[in-house]
Every structure is written in C-alpha cells, then in structure tokens.
C-alpha cells in the first residue's frame, strides 16, 4: 500500500514525479477511506506477512500514516519511501520487519557500494530488501530510481542478481512499464527473476485476474513471489481479496504481500 500525505493510495506508477510542480500529473487509481493501520490490521487478522507500507514523499502525513501501520502489526510489514543508513534503524524499532530502499543504494545512476554497505552495517542484510524496479530500455532492463523517473547505468541480469544478493535479504522488482495500469504482468521479467534470482524475490506490476498469478507461478518456475495492488477491489478494483487470499492460501509455497 502507498502512504501518500496520510492516505493510502494506488498510483500508475509511470505518473510518479518527484517535483511538486508535477504532483498533479499523478494518475491515482484509488483512494481509501481506510488507514494505513487499518490495512495493517486487516493483512494481520489474515496471516498475511511481508506486505509493504511505501511513504510517497517525505511529508510528515505519509510517515505518521505507515508508522501507525507498522505499530499495528510489528515484524509484519516492510517500510519503503525515503529510506537511508541515517533513518534506517528508526523504522526497524518502529516495528518494520525489513526496510526497502532504492534510490539511496542507486544514486546518480549509479550503484553507491558504500551506502550500501553502511546500510547492512545499521540494519543487517537479514532486514534490507532491495527495491529494483525497473523499466525496458534498449531491451534490456534498467533499474530506475527517483519515483521511477531516472534510468540508472545498472540492469537486472544474473550477475547483478548474485552480487546485490550478498547484501539483501530479499528484492522486490516493479515492472514500471506496466505497474498500475491493471493490463497484464511483465512475463519477461518474470521469468528472468525465476531464472537468475539466488535469494526470494517478488515481483509487483499489473497482475488484473487470478490468471495473472498462475503466470507468474509458471513463468517464475514456483520461485517468484507476487504482490497485488490496484486490481484488489479492497483497493478499487475488480479482483476479489478473499479469493487471492484462497489462492495464496491454496498455493502456500508462493509467498503473497499486499
């Protein structure tokens, strides 16, 4: 779920700006009249574990609102949004089981070793999951940064997978070109995460229909995990929770975050 000035929203993710001045260009999908926490209490009464309270922007709304989150179900939720080896360990204490950071560890448009490194000194590998989102370019794909506007000079391939996984405990991977626009998953992408990715992995992006989970099951050879959003109808969509919960419940191998 996005936190975005206190309220619990999904975004096209390729309408992201990070200048105020582009803050109306957002496409929202949905806003919730439900709390951040009370999400969080609903994925806790469910058993769902490792789903994701993301701060869009630094305002004090969006903070406050994934806080109250991570207060609502401690060691149940990842934190991501703003993330650094400064503030890092503050959202461990809060109650976050991991903390997710792209553009900190990516910075430039490039991989910064030593932030990296400083934040597995501050949380540990076993809290961080990287945050390598990415989009096609020239055919291959980019991980990119800065609310997913700025391509990075690093691509996802086996041996970036195998050197990022020494200091992660987990990634998660948006396919940008298709997150939020509810018209199918990135099977690609899908399929080169479940080939190449030594540690768990989950991937999020345009999952529409219960189909779209077998798919990725397939596609990611039973080793790809997968996050819902926008399709959920407890997030305005046409996809019931209770049968992606059945689904996740049937398929207990394959791991469900929200």
């Given at each position: 779920?996005?936190?975005y000035?206190?309220?619990?929203?999904q975004i096209v993710g390729?309408?992201?700006?990070d200048?105020?001045?582009?803050?109306?260009?957002?496409?929202?999908n949905?806003e919730?009249?439900k709390s951040a926490?009370?999400?969080?209490?609903?994925?806790?009464?469910?058993?769902l574990?490792?789903?994701?309270?993301?701060?869009?922007g630094?305002d004090?709304?969006?903070?406050?609102?994934a806080i109250?989150?991570?207060?609502?179900?401690?060691?149940g939720?990842?934190v991501?949004?703003?993330?650094?080896?400064?503030?890092?360990?503050?959202?461990?204490?809060?109650?976050?089981?991991?903390?997710?950071v792209t553009?900190?560890?990516?910075?430039?448009?490039?991989?910064?070793?030593?932030?990296?490194?400083?934040l597995?000194r501050?949380?540990?590998?076993?809290?961080l999951?990287?945050?390598?989102s990415?989009?096609?370019?020239?055919?291959?794909y980019?991980?990119?940064t800065?609310?997913?506007?700025?391509?990075s000079?690093?691509y996802l391939?086996e041996?970036?997978?195998?050197?990022?996984?020494?200091?992660?405990?987990?990634f998660l991977v948006?396919g940008?070109?298709?997150?939020?626009?509810k018209?199918?998953?990135?099977?690609e992408?899908?399929?080169?995460?479940?080939?190449?990715?030594p540690?768990?992995v989950?991937?999020?992006?345009?999952v529409?229909?219960m189909?779209?989970?077998e798919k990725?099951?397939v596609?990611?050879?039973g080793r790809?995990?997968?996050?819902?959003?926008?399709a959920?109808?407890?997030f305005?969509g046409?996809?019931?929770?209770?049968?992606?919960?059945?689904?996740h419940?049937?398929?207990?191998?394959e791991?469900?975050?929200i």
């Amino acid at each position: 779920m996005i936190c975005y000035q206190g309220k619990v929203k999904q975004i096209v993710g390729s309408t992201l700006r990070d200048s105020k001045e582009d803050e109306t260009k957002l496409v929202t999908n949905f806003e919730s009249d439900k709390s951040a926490a009370e999400f969080a209490d609903l994925y806790k009464e469910d058993g769902l574990t490792g789903g994701h309270a993301i701060m869009l922007g630094a305002d004090p709304l969006s903070q406050a609102a994934a806080i109250k989150a991570l207060h609502a179900y401690p060691g149940g939720l990842q934190v991501g949004g703003g993330i650094n080896s400064e503030n890092s360990l503050s959202y461990i204490e809060e109650g976050a089981s991991h903390v997710i950071v792209t553009s900190y560890v990516f910075n430039n448009g490039q991989m910064d070793l030593e932030r990296l490194k400083a934040l597995v000194r501050v949380v540990g590998k076993q809290r961080l999951v990287l945050d390598l989102s990415c989009r096609k370019k020239d055919g291959k794909y980019a991980i990119v940064t800065d609310r997913w506007q700025k391509f990075s000079d690093v691509y996802l391939d086996e041996r970036v997978l195998d050197f990022l996984a020494s200091y992660a405990d987990e990634f998660l991977v948006h396919g940008v070109d298709v997150e939020g626009k509810k018209l199918g998953i990135d099977e690609e992408l899908v399929t080169l995460l479940g080939m190449h990715s030594p540690i768990p992995v989950t991937y999020a992006g345009g999952v529409t229909t219960m189909a779209d989970l077998e798919k990725i099951k397939v596609a990611g050879m039973g080793r790809v995990d997968v996050t819902v959003g926008s399709a959920l109808d407890i997030f305005g969509g046409n996809l019931l929770y209770k049968d992606v919960l059945a689904w996740h419940q049937t398929h207990y191998d394959e791991a469900l975050s929200i």
